[in-house]
């Protein structure tokens, strides 16, 4: 099931592969990007690799709001605010992050 939405995402350039990492995102109707997946070695965490993925997501969709949800007991939730993330909603299991478009 994860390959066939990782070939979806390569399909419509809604995939990003680096070294260490990997970033899979959905551009929507209304023009919002939602952050589907950004995983990042735990050996190389800490290091840029996520930043460095979420402004090729801003690269590639100018102007876009990118809004991201991630479950709450996640350790991840700290990353999005370090980027200027906002808390836009507190769901039982998933917090929603949105990045306004600059």
């Known amino acids: 099931m994860i390959f066939a939405a990782l ?7 809604e995939l990003i592969l680096c070294e ?12 919002i990007v939602v952050i ?3 995983i990042v070695l ?3 965490r800490r290091q840029g690799i996520g930043r460095a993925l979420v402004n090729a997501i801003q690269a590639r969709n100018p102007g876009a709001v990118l809004l991201a ?4 007991e996640y350790s991840s939730n700290s990353f999005w605010p370090r980027l200027g993330f906002v808390l836009t909603a507190q769901g039982e ?6 990045l306004p478009s600059a």
């Open 42 to 44: 735990p050996e190389q």
């Open 7 to 13: 070939v979806e995402a390569a399909t419509k350039g």
């Open 93 to 98: 299991r998933v917090n929603e992050w949105r």
């Open 69 to 72: 949800k991630c479950p709450r």
């Open 20 to 31: 260490g990492g990997m970033c899979r995102w959905h551009l929507r109707r209304d023009k």
């Open 36 to 38: 589907r997946e950004i």
